[in-house]
């Protein structure tokens, strides 16, 4: 069974970039099986989507966030990766990395914990 | 974007009680809807995928209906452990994939 793990600063400040990292650990991130996504949560909110990554770097990004984010993947130490640039105080959220399963519709089989970044100087 | 909206977007019940919240889609997405359960603090679960399939491992107590834009997850008994928040999700629009606002299920 696939488990995930984010991790990265508590804290950024306006305007600076956002960095976090998803560990995964009972699969693969280079099997091709999976997609790997990060979605986030404002306190309170709904979920909001905000990219993926699969098949050893291919990316979808919502397009509402394209323009400031960044996913990537480093298979030697089974990761992947989030950045985001440019951050305000809107952007303060619980983060997840979740993955789903190729060649099934896109449902969200297994997710991290969550990490809180707030966005304040 | 394919907007999701859920009703209600509160609910009180009391345990035992038959409980169903609503997902309308703004397009018709056929089948292509999932149900999570959400407690605070945590992760989102995926509870019923593809509409009416449940997830391996969740309680038959629950289950989903609908196609087309509109959609219903029932809990046919309510337990103590499912007061949470519920959320549909769409996948028709893959990879831009949108979720509800949530419903919040309290006790009475």
């Known amino acids: 069974q696939v488990q995930l793990q984010e991790s990265g600063p508590g804290l950024v400040k306006p305007s600076q970039t956002l960095s976090l990292t998803c560990t995964v650990s009972?699969?693969?991130?280079?099997?091709?099986?999976?997609?790997w996504s990060w979605i986030r949560q404002p306190a309170g909110k709904g979920l909001e989507w905000i990219g993926r990554?699969?098949?050893?770097?291919?990316?979808n990004y919502n397009p509402s966030l394209k323009s400031r984010v960044t996913i990537s993947v480093d298979m030697s130490k089974n990761q992947f990766s989030l950045k985001l640039s440019s951050v305000t105080a809107a952007d303060t959220a619980v983060y997840f990395c979740?993955?789903?399963?190729?060649?099934?519709?896109?449902?969200?089989?297994?997710w991290g914990q969550g990490t809180l970044v707030t966005v304040a100087s | 974007d394919i907007q999701m909206t859920q009703s209600p977007s509160s609910l009180s019940a009391s345990v035992g009680d038959r409980v169903t919240i609503t997902c309308r889609a703004s397009?018709?997405?056929?089948?292509?809807l999932n149900w999570y359960q959400q407690k605070p603090g945590k992760a989102p679960k995926l509870l019923i995928y593809?509409?009416?399939s449940l997830q391996s491992g969740v309680p038959s107590r629950f289950s989903g209906s609908g196609s087309g834009t509109d959609f219903t997850l029932t809990i046919s008994s309510l337990q103590p452990e499912d007061f949470a928040t519920y959320y549909c999700?769409?996948?028709?629009?893959?990879?831009?994939?949108?979720f509800g606002q949530g419903t919040r299920l309290e006790i009475k």
């Open positions: 979740a993955t789903n399963i190729v060649g099934t519709t896109t449902r969200f089989d297994y």
């Open positions: 009972g699969g693969s991130i280079s099997s091709g099986i999976y997609y």
């Open positions: 990554i699969y098949n050893r770097g291919s990316t």
């Open positions: 397009q018709s997405i056929s089948s292509y």
């Open positions: 593809a509409a009416s």
């Open positions: 999700q769409q996948s028709y629009s893959t990879p831009s994939i949108t």
